[in-house]
C-alpha cells in the first residue's frame, strides 16, 4: 500500500468518524425536540443554549452566547433575541426559539429579519416545530428571503449537515450561506415546476410524443377517455402530517380547557368577588390566546394570566415598570392571588436588572411555573418609588 492511498484511508477513516459523531449529536437534538415537544418557550431558550453549549462546543465563559437581547426598533417595536452566538467577540447568527408544536406560518420570521438586520448578521435560526435556516438580503422582502427547512428526524441527512454547519469548531459562515442559497434556488426551481406542470401542460407533452404514430385528432379523442389528476407527494405528507399534529394538540386541549373552565367557574364563585367588578371584568376579558407567552399552560390554553404592576399604588404598564427597574433597582413586593381567594405576598430583591433583563422571564422562573397547577390567577407587583429616578428619560412621568 503507497503513502497515499494509506494516507486516503485514514483520512476516510476520520471523516466516518466525524460523520457518525454529528449524527450522534443530531439524533440527541431529536430526541431534546421530542422530550420539550410542549414546553413553555422561554424554557426552550434555555433547553437550546444547553444544545449549542453541550452539544455544539460553545462556551458561555468565552463570551459565545448572549442571551435575551432587547432591541428597540425605530417604530417602538421591543424584539426579544434569544440568543446571539459569537466567534472571538464578533456577533455571527442569532437564535430565535418558539414552542416547538407550533407549526411554522408565513410572517413568524418578521422579527427575526428584524433583529439579523439590526444586529447586522447576515443570518439567523428561527426554531418552532422545524429549524429554519434564514439568510437575509436587504434587497429582498422579508418573505422572499432565502431559506432551508429541517425536520426533527433522526438521521437526517438535513440534521446532520446542520451539525457539521453549526459545531463550533467547524464553523464557517460562507459555507452556511453557500448551502442555503443553493437550498433555496432548487427549492424555487420546484415551486416555478410546479407552476408550470399542470394538466394542460402534461396533454401537450402526451400529445406531442404520440405524435409521431398517432394524428392529432386521434390522440385527444383517447386522452379524453382518461382522467388525469396531479399531486405533489410532499403537499401530501404535509397534510397528512398537520391533520396528525392538529389531533394532538386537540386531545391536550380536552384535557387542559376542562381544567380551564373549572378555574374560570370556581373564580367566579369565591375569587371575583373579593377583588372587585372592574377586575373580575378584565380577568373573563383576558381569554385571548397568547401562543408565544410563557403563562400559556399549554399551546391550546384559552385562559391567560392576569398581570398588574403598580408604582406607587397606581396602575402602570409593564413597559414602564421594567424601565423604573432598570433605573432603581428597588424591592419589588410580589402578591399571587389564587383561585380559592387566598393570597401570598413575598418581597422580591431584584438587585440587578438591566435594559438586556427580561421581567417576564424572570418573573416566570421566580413565582408562575406551573402556575396554573398551583391555582394562580393572577399576579400583582407594587414599586414604591419616593422620586423619579430618571427624569431625563421620562420627565412626564410624575411621582
Not at 95 to 101: G, I, S
Not at 124 to 135: H, Q, T
Request: proline share 2%; glycine share 2%.
Amino acid at each position: 500500500m503507497s503513502l497515499n492511498s494509506m494516507d486516503k484511508k485514514k483520512l476516510d477513516d476520520i471523516m466516518a468518524n466525524i460523520d457518525a459523531k454529528n449524527k450522534e449529536i443530531w439524533n440527541t437534538i431529536v430526541d431534546y425536540y421530542n422530550t420539550n415537544k410542549y414546553t413553555h418557550q422561554i424554557e426552550l431558550a434555555v433547553v437550546w443554549e444547553g444544545i449549542f453549549t453541550e452539544l455544539l462546543g460553545y462556551k458561555l465563559l468565552n463570551g459565545d452566547i448572549e442571551k435575551q437581547r432587547r432591541l428597540r426598533m425605530e417604530n417602538g417595536e421591543l424584539i426579544i433575541v434569544d440568543l446571539i452566538l459569537k466567534n472571538e467577540g464578533q456577533e455571527e447568527f442569532v437564535v430565535q426559539v418558539k414552542q416547538h408544536d407550533i407549526p411554522f406560518k408565513t410572517g413568524m420570521e418578521f422579527p427575526l429579519m428584524r433583529a439579523i438586520d439590526n444586529i447586522h448578521t447576515d443570518f439567523g435560526l428561527y426554531i418552532c416545530d422545524k429549524i429554519f435556516m434564514f439568510s437575509y438580503d436587504q434587497s429582498r422582502s422579508d418573505v422572499n428571503q432565502a431559506r432551508v427547512e429541517i425536520e426533527f428526524v433522526k438521521n437526517s441527512a438535513e440534521g446532520i449537515k446542520f451539525v457539521e454547519f453549526f459545531k463550533k469548531q467547524s464553523y464557517d459562515k460562507q459555507q452556511i450561506l453557500d448551502y442555503i442559497f443553493s437550498k433555496d434556488k432548487t427549492l424555487q426551481a420546484i415551486k416555478d415546476l410546479k407552476k408550470e406542470l399542470d394538466l394542460v401542460m402534461l396533454r401537450r407533452i402526451l400529445v406531442k410524443h404520440y405524435k409521431k404514430k398517432y394524428g392529432e385528432e386521434d390522440i385527444n379523442k383517447a386522452l379524453d377517455q382518461f382522467e388525469f389528476n396531479i399531486s405533489f407527494v410532499a403537499d401530501n405528507i404535509q397534510s397528512v402530517q398537520t391533520a396528525a399534529d392538529n389531533q394532538s394538540r386537540q386531545m391536550m386541549a380536552v384535557n387542559n380547557n376542562m381544567n380551564n373552565i373549572a378555574n374560570i367557574d370556581n373564580a367566579d364563585s369565591k375569587f371575583l368577588p373579593t377583588i372587585g367588578h372592574s377586575t373580575a371584568q378584565n380577568l373573563y376579558n383576558a381569554t385571548t390566546v397568547d401562543a408565544y407567552s410563557p403563562f400559556n399552560h399549554s399551546p391550546t390554553s384559552h385562559v391567560k394570566l392576569l398581570k398588574e404592576y403598580y408604582i406607587n399604588n397606581e396602575q402602570t404598564s409593564e413597559e414602564q415598570f421594567e424601565e423604573f427597574l432598570v433605573y432603581t433597582n428597588y424591592s419589588v413586593l410580589v402578591t399571587l392571588f389564587y383561585k380559592d381567594g387566598n393570597k401570598i405576598s413575598e418581597v422580591w430583591d431584584i438587585e440587578t436588572f438591566t435594559s438586556n433583563s427580561s421581567l417576564e422571564r424572570d418573573l416566570y422562573f421566580k413565582y408562575l411555573r406551573n402556575w396554573q397547577d398551583k391555582d394562580i390567577v393572577k399576579v400583582r407587583l407594587d414599586l414604591e418609588v419616593s422620586q423619579n429616578p430618571y427624569r431625563q428619560f421620562a420627565p412626564n412621568y410624575k411621582i
